[in-house]
């Protein structure tokens, strides 16, 4: 089986295409490489002992788009090419859903050309908006996010629900990732943000390893047990190891037409103060901090019902939070400057 990954030069699709590898499946990477590098899919071949075909390109060229579908027989897409920093996304609204919406729609017809019917979605815990109580489920209609970030999810799930209508062999499934987190455990492939990281973690990870002087915990007075937000962390490689779970369900559940949607996380929500504890508790680190004023949207606490994959997909996230943190240093330690180290 051949399956295209969008974006898989990026930090979830590359452990992705690892898992892919390891799994029997071959994969050919488009990434224009907005925000990623080569070098990450070089290793990732390093740590399968195989090959991956690479085309670097965008989502929005629609006849790079037919040409690719031309060379290789795809059997499925996995779709992760977007832009995801949720705060430059309300500056820059229109390149958010130029990006994230018409370079699905783009994709989406390509495939339609291509009599290719068998799409992953990366979406997000975003798509629950404000609106939902927590833990969230898949049943819970979508929200309002506050961002154009979140509601460029939204918007390309209603899109996969209606091709799913206008045709009837289209196979969708959406991924709603909650906080991924860590590393491949050789240290080889990670998280690279460019610039000051607006994530929890590699800003952690950017203070223990000297590049940052100290954490700003965004608000302490939350109503949650320790004042800091809430969050379900999930490893990335459990992340990796559910999109191989939804693509063997999609592709040995024959029946099945139309879209179905999955939480991947683990069900347990973690606050700031507790990773900054367990980070130091995993590394022997110390991670100097501020407790600083609340960040704009974000929300108190939300995390995974995770019971629909485990049953349908036979898929949980297993990797513990010390793994999480010893897995995030390990990378970082051995590539300070990510992949440009
Ligand atoms: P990432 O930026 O590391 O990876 C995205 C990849 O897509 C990059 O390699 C980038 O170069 C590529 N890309 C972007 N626009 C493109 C375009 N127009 N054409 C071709 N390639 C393009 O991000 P990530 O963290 O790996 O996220 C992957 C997906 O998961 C995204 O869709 C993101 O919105 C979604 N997601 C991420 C998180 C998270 O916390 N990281 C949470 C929920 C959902
Ligand atoms: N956070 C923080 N300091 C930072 C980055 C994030 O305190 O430098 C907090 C943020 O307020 C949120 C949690 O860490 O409560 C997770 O934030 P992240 O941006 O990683 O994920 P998301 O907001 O998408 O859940």
Redesign the pocket.
Known sequence: MKILVTGGAGYIGSHTVLSLLNNGYEVVVYDNLCNSSEVSLQRVQQLAGNTVEFVQGDIQDKSALTALFKQYPIDAVIHFAALKA?GESTQLPLAYYQNNVHGTLCLLEAMQVANVHQFIFSSSATVYGEENAVPYVETMTLGTPSSPYGASKVMVERVMADVALANAQFKGVSLRYF?PIGAHPSGQIGEDPKGIP????P?VAQVAVGKRDK?????GDYPTADG??E?DYLHVMDLADGHVAALDWLIKNEQFTGVEAFNLGTGTPVS?FAIVNAFEQATGKTIAYDVAPR?AG?LPAFWADANKAKIQLNWHASRTLQQMMEDTWNWQSNNPNGFDS
């Open positions: 949720v906080n607006n994530n929890l973690l800003y954490l700003n915990i965004f608000g800091s937000c969050r700031v960040r974000d």
